[in-house]
């Protein structure tokens, strides 16, 4: 009866190891974990199935007639099923295995033997014979093993939960460590960068420019949670630094304030406030709030020094964004863009496929032309937001000349590459409203070609995103030669967007997965000279 455990352990670990990295993918969080598991419920199913298959083949008394026949039958082929669906495959953001997930497993196995040992025990004391208590206690033990990976999604869920005391300790021992790193860094000043879109753009580009000044600390990639924070102030802040540069995420109200309590910010940047991550944010209003906790930090900071340098604090905001226009609480707030009364100001931008140049005027009147190899009116915005900050603290413009000549693309935001006739136009990080719009706009600006957009669509929209991602369709009928859409999540929406503003239905293509899409992108007019737009890349939770 041993062997039978077999299959079943074998289950629980690929099943554990799958939904472990669904959890890691949701942060932990258990909103983002059960927006998965009710968004992906086909293997949820299958193992609440097998687990039901099990218990009506072997229930004493069958409800149905010939239900044991079926269920029996049934049981071998979806424990199969399970298995061979489990095993990993490639994934676009890999599976990890730190310390919270080596804990996680602990609990999992503590779990397990919950489940098959109390059955064991308690029937080998209630049987009487031997060995028809052994019998007995190994069928009862096998039963709890059954249901154990019958609720293997929940297992998970459960786990996670039972270890939550413990992390959050390990988590305030890492925070106050970092807090203590912080506090003995004399003279460091830190700048902290939110925004719906552009800020890890601007924290690219903020740290280069900086660097012709001062030694300079970014958080790497899209290290932007707490968490991930603290890792980079424990593992490679050093006392040679001059500027901390921390880009802050959020996906929740108040999410920015537990990062500032942290860092307490000298300095802040808003680079824009839109409708992303409405389905955990609920409102436009907990958006605007949550990204101007930086700001009000960098105000409580001035008024825990008593005021005495007044000025020494700085805070930026994006006035070519309407949400922050019209929401402006803070009049002392160094304003940056193209639209007229910002503080630093660029005008005569000239885009072309090659890069774009324009002209930046200072608070003080002095005007520098700057050039970048860089594409689009976007970039514009987040090189100026950059130039604001660097310049206020002391950066000549002509030596931020030179130094955003240098600039490089940030890695799949509008990343620019070119095979052959054929120019990738990469956005796959990430996407909202009015990112998505940007990259359409900056898709419009090349000539000659044929354009082509590949997308899943929006998601984390709320309620919301049937509306964004038809719009997001119909704004892509404008400019698009071809459309292609990836997986359904949300291509029925951009589709009927694309198709009511007119665009060629027989010009739309649905593919399952990017690889399918990515080999017909290369097919169509093949030969000719063409731009691609690839605007967002679900992360594997989202399928």
Not at 137 to 146: E, H, N, Q, R
Request: proline share 4%; net charge neutral; glycine share 6%.
């Amino acid at each position: 009866m041993i062997l039978l455990f077999l299959p079943l352990i074998c289950l629980a670990i690929l099943g554990l190891r799958y939904y472990t990295h669904m959890l890691q993918l949701s942060s932990y969080q258990f909103q983002g974990y059960f927006r998965f598991l009710r968004t992906n419920w086909v293997k949820p199913l299958f193992h609440l199935l097998f687990m039901i298959s099990v218990f009506m083949a072997f229930a004493p008394v069958p409800v149905i007639k010939g239900i044991q026949l079926v269920a029996a039958i049934a049981i071998f082929p979806i424990l199969i099923g399970l298995i061979i669906a489990h095993i990993p495959r490639k994934a676009k953001k890999k599976f990890v295995v730190t310390d919270r997930v080596k804990r996680l497993f602990i609990t999992y196995a503590v779990l397990a033997l919950i489940m098959v040992l109390v059955p064991y025990i308690v029937v080998r004391i209630l049987s009487g014979d031997e060995a028809y208590s052994e019998i007995n206690s190994m069928l009862f033990a096998l039963f709890g093993m059954v249901i154990y990976c019958g609720l293997l999604p929940f297992v998970t869920a459960l786990a996670n939960l039972i270890n939550k005391p413990i992390e959050n300790r390990i988590n305030k021992w890492f925070i106050d460590d970092a807090k203590r790193i912080l506090r003995e860094h004399e003279g460091l000043r830190i700048i902290g960068i939110t925004g719906s879109y552009g800020k890890t753009s601007v924290k690219y580009y903020l740290t280069t420019l900086l660097s012709e000044g001062f030694r300079v600390l970014m958080t790497p990639e899209s290290y932007n949670t707490p968490m991930g924070i603290v890792r980079t102030i424990r593992e490679h802040m050093q006392p040679t630094h001059e500027i901390f540069v921390c880009e802050m995420g959020a996906r929740h109200l108040h999410d920015i304030k537990e990062i500032t309590d942290i860092v307490h910010p000298d300095d802040g940047i808003v680079t824009s406030i839109g409708p992303q991550h409405l389905e955990t944010f609920h409102s436009m209003e907990n958006i605007i709030s949550t990204k101007y906790e930086l700001l009000d930090a960098v105000d409580e900071k001035e008024k825990a020094e008593g005021g005495k340098q007044k000025g020494k604090h700085l805070k930026f905001v994006n006035y070519d964004n309407e949400v922050i226009r019209e929401n402006m609480k803070y009049p002392d707030a160094v304003t940056y863009g193209m639209s007229e009364g910002s503080d630093y100001r660029a005008t005569d931008v000239k885009v072309t496929g090659a890069g774009t140049a324009f002209t930046v005027t200072a608070p003080g009147g002095e005007s520098a032309e700057f050039t970048t190899k860089l594409v689009g009116e976007h970039n514009v915005q987040n090189i100026l937001g950059a130039i604001a900050c660097a310049n206020s603290l002391g950066i000549p413009m002509t030596k931020l000349k030179m130094a955003v000549r240098r600039l490089q693309s940030v890695p799949h935001r509008l990343e620019l590459t070119r095979h052959g006739n054929v120019s990738i136009l990469d956005d796959a990080y990430n996407a909202n409203p009015n990112g998505a719009k940007v990259a359409l706009n900056t898709l419009s600006l090349f000539e000659n070609c044929v354009k082509i957009l590949v997308t899943p669509g929006m998601v984390e929209l709320g309620d919301k995103a049937k509306e964004y991602n038809t719009a997001f369709g119909a704004q892509a009928a404008a400019v698009c030669d071809y459309i292609i859409l990836v997986g359904n999540v949300n291509s029925a929406d951009i589709k009927k967007g694309a198709v009511d503003a007119g665009f060629d239905p027989e010009k739309i293509f649905v593919k399952n997965t990017f690889n399918e899409a990515s080999a017909l992108m290369y097919e169509l007019d093949a030969g000719r000279e063409k731009v691609i737009l690839l605007e967002n890349d679900l992360p594997d939770n989202y399928k």
